[in-house]
């Protein structure tokens, strides 16, 4: 089945820079691939996702990058601040016969410092 | 996008016993999943709801400590049997949108003592 690597576990960046997430995937024939934002005590909130036949893909202050050769994706934030601080998880989707479900990286522990 | 509703947001349960979520969406989806994430840790697939039909459990997970419900499109249930504090863990409801969008509902924060 699918394997998600994500690093690092936790990241601290200024208030003001960038932050930049990493995930690995194992299968070939995955096709979705979604970020999520966990604040303590929610669950995840869907913050930018983006398929296999897309390369990148932007939303304001947040980007994602797909590089299906390499089999890896990222997740970049410019001008952080404090309410970027959460947990982010990174997660993808096998295209392939079986699970429809998604599998996660274990998460980035981002801390925005004032 | 969607807007998941889950009951209860938390409780807390005595061993042996069992414990019933609901899950309600506001719009037609594709598929409903049923996810775990213990203190701490990431989530992990516990089973794709089917609607009218049993549903399809991820490996290490089985029918009768979790059965699920998916009696329409838009609502499942999941319950938790013969609950030991192993299970104490935030339950969280997730639907796939036509557009393959996948989303999350706000989790249901169970103890077990």
């Known amino acids: 089945g699918e394997n998600v690597e994500q690093h690092p576990s936790t990241l601290s960046v200024q208030e003001g820079d960038s932050a930049v997430i990493k995930c690995t995937y194992s299968d070939s024939a995955s096709n979705y691939f979604p970020w999520y934002k966990q604040e303590l005590g929610k669950g995840p909130q869907l913050i930018i996702d983006i398929r296999s036949n897309v390369g990148e893909k932007k939303d304001q202050r947040i980007a994602v990058t797909l590089n299906k050769t390499a089999k890896h994706f990222s997740l970049h934030i410019t001008e952080t601040q404090p309410e970027d601080s959460a947990v982010y998880f990174c997660?993808?989707?096998?295209?392939?016969?079986?699970?429809?479900?998604?599998?996660f990286g274990k998460g980035t522990h981002l801390i925005i410092q004032p | 996008s969607a807007v998941i509703s889950q009951k209860p947001s938390r409780d807390i349960c005595q061993r042996g016993t069992s414990l019933t979520i609901q899950c309600q969406v506001d719009s037609q989806v594709t598929m409903m999943f049923w996810y775990r994430q213990q203190p701490g840790q990431s989530l992990t697939l516990i089973a794709t709801a089917n609607q009218g039909s049993e549903a399809t459990y991820e490996s290490g997970f089985v029918i009768d400590k979790f059965p699920i419900s998916r009696p329409n499109l838009t609502f499942s249930t999941l319950t938790v049997s013969n609950m030991s504090p192993e299970d104490s863990s935030i339950y969280l409801c997730s639907v796939r949108l036509p557009t393959d969008t996948q989303y999350f509902g706000p989790g249901t924060r169970l103890t077990v003592l």
């Open positions: 997660a993808a989707r096998s295209g392939g016969g079986g699970a429809d479900g998604l599998t």
